[in-house]
């Protein structure tokens, strides 16, 4: 066995460790009910899934959810700033994208992620709300989709935003996700790995794209959690 194999088998062997302990302290502090697994695909496909933000809850309890697949969630950029979330996110194999702009890097690992079989965990709205209501989403997700032929899976989650008051009283927090339908970007044939076919949207077209996602993931959640998007719901 080459150097190389055993760096690749001792990420492999860390991730298995730092994943199970998280997990084992999620299901400690937390319950977690989960509605709709059935819909999820079956791992291996070009899939990325849209979800909201509240907290670090929510990470695991996703995980613990998507028992099966190699999920690789994209995040800022910034939270490699930190030592204890760089260890977490470089654990969890994590994309560092840059907000605001056209990140062609991360889009590229994305790509390449997909291209080996991972499922995309991404969160539009690009930051923690911190009381669960959701915030105006940016349109990354929609890039990520058209230019990888990837399905985008709508899931969402809530309750985790009672975790601190729940602490103080020593209670557990119940966290609540539904998993919707895959759905398609509009002009998307399908076709995994068309970085280099797709043809370029305009601004209008990606935020009409960016609404329908998340006006499905807004139709997911109870009323009082709709936030920004919700008078947005597609009927």
């Known amino acids: 066995m080459g150097v ?3 760096r690749i088998s001792g990420k492999v062997v860390v ?3 730092v994943l199970t302990v ?7 502090i937390a319950r977690v009910r989960i ?4 819909r999820i695909p079956a791992p291996g496909g070009a899939l990325i899934i849209a979800m909201n933000h509240i907290n670090f809850l929510e990470l695991p309890a996703v995980y613990l959810s998507l028992r099966g697949h190699r999920v690789v969630a994209v995040a800022k950029h910034e939270t ?7 260890f977490l996110a470089n654990v969890s194999e994590s994309i560092p994208i840059r907000r605001g702009e056209v990140d062609t890097n991360a889009f590229d690992r994305v790509k390449d992620e997909i291209a080996r079989g991972a499922t995309i965990l991404i969160a539009p709205e690009g930051t923690r709300s911190g009381h669960g209501r959701l915030q105006r989403a940016n349109a990354g997700v929609v890039s990520l989709a058209s230019r990888t032929g990837a399905a985008v899976l709508p899931l969402v989650h809530f309750g985790g935003e ?3 008051p729940n602490i103080r009283r020593f209670r ?3 966290i609540t996700i539904r998993i ?8 998307d044939t399908g076709d995994s790995g068309r970085t280099d076919t797709a043809p370029a949207m305009n601004r209008q077209k990606r935020e009409a794209e960016l609404d329908r996602i998340m006006g499905e993931i807004a139709a997911l959640l109870p009323l009082q959690y709709r936030g920004y998007y919700r008078d947005r719901i597609p009927v």
């Open 35 to 38: 509605e709709g697994r059935s």
């Open 162 to 164: 009672q975790f601190w």
């Open 180 to 187: 919707g339908t895959p759905m398609r970007v509009a002009g």
């Open 15 to 17: 991730r298995f460790i």
């Open 4 to 6: 190389r194999s055993i």
């Open 172 to 174: 557990r927090t119940t």
């Open 22 to 28: 998280i997990r084992a302290i999620l299901i400690t």
């Open 80 to 86: 490699w700033n930190t030592p204890v979330l760089r």
